[in-house]
């Protein structure tokens, strides 16, 4: 029993393009990728630099039309 030879691989890669088709493969092979993308994204946007964390936030306010609501200049920390 050792490993698989060429010829091996060859036909279960036939037999599993008989069953399933050129298209579905082609499917499932964007939508791996596309999962591996989304994940790498998701990775690297949780992780952040010291330069990011240490950088001070805009914060932006929408004008609001209610009497009972105190408009106040936010600062930032120095």
Do not use: Y
């Not at 060429?6 to 037999?15: A, F, M, N, R, Y």
């Not at 990728?33 to 992780?47: E, L, P, R, W």
């Amino acid at each position: 029993m050792g490993s698989f030879s060429i010829w091996h691989w060859l036909i279960v890669l036939v037999v599993v393009i008989a069953i399933f088709g050129t298209k579905k493969l082609r499917n499932v092979g964007s939508d791996l990728g596309a999962a591996v993308k989304g994940f790498k994204d998701g990775v690297k946007d949780g992780t952040t630099s010291e330069e990011q964390a240490a950088a001070p936030q805009q914060v932006t306010a929408r004008k609001v039309n209610d009497p009972n609501t105190v408009d106040v200049d936010a600062k930032t920390k120095s």
